[in-house]
């Protein structure tokens, strides 16, 4: 037990509860951190969890209005997400530096840190990332039913935020145009999942774009994982994740 952090709770942050888990072996690695997709609970990191924690610390999380974090009447937007994660840290007792890994929206939140507090990011991994031109040149290229579910994902009971604050969290990310020599592993999938031939051809030129965010960037394509890498391939994103920290030592 002295070799291991457990931690499960629920933190006051400006006055809604926030929770998370705080977990792993410790080690003098960084502590990895996780944001999730849209919309999706903590639990989404299940499959690697287990791997992850026992080599180093790991911290996941519900953003408000997910999972069992309760619901902030302010925008659901990247910056507050930033701002609520970062009180949420400190509040646990998370020191830095950190290995942000950002999943798909996840992606925007990670960046937006890592360009608002760089001196708390040792590096990034970005999980088949969210770019901030996919509505202008992705969706249109989807068919009517995967456009149906992608808008209308925002527009359900009980949805992260709204279409609007979606739109406001691209434009903020749109201005974080460079990080610096900070390592970015840019980790994308190789099958279509949703995808058109069309929307999947403009979802690789966003994920090769994604490595100008930093001079000291790398893709990795997962060639026999959709969209959810961490769940089609927990083991290869386990590794490249095990690889990262090891090299920033």
């Known amino acids: 037990m002295g070799n291991s952090i457990e931690c499960k709770q629920k933190q006051d942050i400006d006055g809604i509860a926030m929770y998370y888990e705080y977990f792993g072996k410790k080690s003098e ?18 499959p690697i969890k287990e791997g992850i924690s026992n080599f180093t610390k790991m911290f ?27 009180k949420l840290l400190q509040k646990a007792n998370v020191k830095p ?7 798909s929206f996840g992606g925007l939140n990670v960046r937006l840190y890592a360009h608002t507090y760089p001196e708390e990011v040792i590096a ?14 992705m969706a249109p290229l989807f068919n009517e039913d995967v456009k149906t579910g992608y808008f209308g994902q925002f527009f359900m009971e009980g ?3 709204s279409f609007e604050e979606f739109e406001e969290s691209l434009k903020q990310v749109h ?3 460079s ?20 929307s999947f051809a403009a979802w690789q030129l966003f994920q090769r774009d994604l490595l100008h965010l930093s001079t000291n960037s790398k893709q ?20 490249i994740i095990k690889n990262t920290v090891e090299e920033i030592k």
């Open 29 to 46: 690695l960084p502590t990895i951190i996780f944001e999730s997709g849209y919309g999706c609970p903590s639990a989404y990191w299940e």
């Open 60 to 86: 996941i999380y519900d953003r408000a209005g997910i999972g069992e974090s309760e619901k902030d009447e302010r925008a659901q937007d990247s910056q507050q997400s930033v701002e609520n994660l970062r």
């Open 97 to 103: 530096p950190y290995v942000l890994v950002g999943h």
């Open 124 to 137: 990034i991994i970005l999980l088949d990332s969210s770019h901030e031109d996919q509505n202008k040149v």
């Open 159 to 161: 949805s992260e935020g």
């Open 175 to 177: 201005a974080c145009k």
């Open 179 to 198: 990080l610096g020599d900070i390592p970015l592993v840019v980790v994308s999938a190789g099958l279509l999942s949703y995808h058109t031939p069309e």
């Open 220 to 239: 990795i394509i997962i060639e026999d994982a959709g969209h959810a890498l961490h769940i089609d391939q927990p083991k290869q994103i386990i590794q």
